[in-house]
């Protein structure tokens, strides 16, 4: 599980449902849609230290800049370290945020022929 520390900066509420703002650093921040609000569940609140934490099966890994996407959480990084298995491989990114790890398919990371000290967008 990757876990990231950052900051809540803003709430919006729309019934049920918040999207939640978090700065990590100057650079970098993180969106997300909470079934819970700022009502319901206290942690939801601006100026609130928090952790984000994210499967490494749900990192996507693109090698050219991905802003154009409809994907908000962007991070770039360079790759430290991959272990590379049949069926599945393990990528290392070191970020300004802290490292993040990412599985996904042996046959993605030989398509985009990903190898250690690449530059890529998580």
């Known amino acids: 599980m990757n876990s990231l520390r950052g900051t809540i900066t803003d709430v919006e509420v729309d019934r049920e449902l918040s999207l939640v703002t978090v700065v990590l650093n100057d650079e970098v921040y993180l969106y997300a ?9 206290s942690y939801l609140t601006k100026n609130n230290e928090i952790q984000v934490h994210f499967k490494e099966t749900e990192v996507i890994i693109g090698k050219e800049d991905q802003s154009e996407l409809s994907i908000e959480n962007i991070i770039k990084g360079k790759i430290e370290t991959i272990e590379e298995d049949p069926l599945l491989s393990k990528i290392s990114i070191s970020t300004s945020v802290g490292s993040i790890i990412a599985i996904i398919s042996t046959k993605s990371r030989r398509k985009l022929d990903l190898k250690k000290n690449d530059l890529v967008w998580a």
Do not use: A, G, R
């Open 33 to 41: 849609i909470v079934i819970d609000s700022p009502q319901t569940n």
